[in-house]
């Protein structure tokens, strides 16, 4: 096999498995919403959804697996085109709308991270809230679009977890996606791995919201920002730096020539030190 | 392009652009309104006299004598702070800030001390604190 017939092979695989997880992780995200209820005691409702109800561990664990699965290979399916130049071949608007639905498939995840209800995830919401907040004039109402305190403090996200999330999504990526039932094959991969998957690995144990604990690490993605917030005032942490890299990334298929280069090689270099901080908060913490 | 349909076009743009500005700020408003809630925790007779307690988001500090009433909220992104009893010291479990005993900064990325809130004395000897958020 000729090295060209492998990306070529690597570069249909990636999203259609993505795709097949998609399926699984709404499939599974439907069947969960029967027992959730983000009001009340929601770690207790977690924890019952979990040790109690019957199948409801491989069902957690079956949608958590699966939405991850979904983007990291949407990241990865991004991260070829990018690194091949391939936005070059799009029209600018079709890649906003692509990179848009990469930032709210990241949303859809980091709001499921708030919704176990735990006090990661309400360390998470809140954290989230405030950084938010640290945006001149308007971040304290426009903080209010996403996340409220006080006892409600899971509903909109909530709310965008299971409705705004899915139904953007899904509606950024119709043109994108030719077949929305992915190859049999595909489908058969990902149901037979991400149940095997769900069946054998048991989900994090969870921390109650009132244990006292010495660290808390926030989803995988933003131990990158964890780690940037401790240095850094929130608002360039967690909005500028990560604002700025989003602005390189739409700007791409309208920079020229020249200036197109530059800010490849810009993202480039972000990515690779966002990488390097987060391997490093996963081996010492953030 | 003629002046006429240069003209119409731009009352066109100039009509489209503020009933959109008109429509999205009752929009606005109604998304980011919101009550301003008060929430009160209580301390027994006696709480607090012997050393540090913890309710409900709520630290009751015995300083010099006197009763200090801390929000557990940190100032940096509002975490809720430990009390680590070795150190003395009010410690951050999302970013490291760390706060001495009467809530002032000490270190890492919070920049004001710990909130001090308002505490009522009842007549039974009661503690009442109360938090709005």
Not at chain 2, 57 to 64: A, S
Request: glycine share 8%.
């Amino acid at each position: 096999m000729s090295p060209e017939m492998h990306i070529n092979r690597f570069s249909r695989y990636l999203p259609r498995l993505g795709l097949a997880s998609l399926l699984l992780c709404i499939g599974s995200g439907i069947i969960l919403s029967f027992q959730y209820r983000p009001l009340g005691n929601v770690f207790r409702n977690v924890e019952e959804i979990t040790t109690l109800v019957p199948f409801g561990r491989f069902f957690r664990q079956l949608h958590y697996g699966s939405g991850q699965l979904f983007v990291l290979l949407m990241l990865l399916h991004t991260l070829e085109h990018f690194l091949k130049r391939r936005y070059r071949s799009f029209s600018g608007l079709q890649w906003t709308w692509l990179i848009l639905s990469l930032g709210l498939c990241f949303f859809a995840l980091f709001t499921g991270y708030v919704l176990k209800g735990d006090k990661e995830g309400l360390f998470a919401g809140n954290i989230f809230m405030n950084i938010i907040k640290t945006i001149p004039f308007v971040g304290d109402p426009v903080s209010r679009f996403f996340i409220v305190p006080g006892k409600d403090l899971l509903f909109l996200p909530y709310l965008y977890h299971i409705l705004f999330l899915p139904v953007l999504i899904v509606f950024f990526l119709k043109d994108h996606i030719r077949e929305w039932f992915p190859d049999r094959r595909f489908l058969f991969a990902a149901t037979a791995g991400l149940f095997l998957f769900a069946l054998f690995i048991p989900p994090r144990l969870d921390i109650p919201p009132n244990a006292p604990v010495p660290l808390v690490e926030g989803p995988w993605f933003f131990l990158g920002i964890q780690t940037l917030l401790k240095l850094i005032p929130p608002l360039w942490a967690g909005v500028g730096v990560p604002g700025l890299f989003a602005a390189g990334l739409l700007l791409l298929p309208f920079a020229g020539e020249r200036l197109g280069r530059w800010i490849h090689l810009l993202l480039v270099t972000c990515f690779c030190f966002y990488a390097l901080l987060t391997i490093r908060a996963f081996l010492f913490g953030p | 392009m003629e002046r006429r349909t240069f003209l119409k076009r731009f009352l066109e743009t100039i009509l489209f652009i503020s009933s959109a500005l008109l429509f999205s700020y009752p929009v606005f408003a109604f998304l980011s309104f919101r009550k301003i809630s008060r929430r009160q925790v209580v301390f027994k007779k006696g709480e607090g006299a012997e050393g540090i307690e913890f309710k409900d988001g709520v630290f009751l500090v015995p300083v010099d004598g006197k009763l200090l009433a801390l929000s557990a909220r940190c100032t940096h992104l509002g975490c809720t702070v430990n009390y680590d009893q070795v150190a003395q010291q009010f410690r951050c479990p999302c970013h490291g800030s760390r706060f001495d005993r009467s809530g002032r900064r000490i270190a890492g990325p919070a920049r004001k001390p710990l909130r001090e809130l308002p505490i009522k004395k009842k007549s039974n000897g009661d503690v009442e604190v109360t938090i709005t958020f």
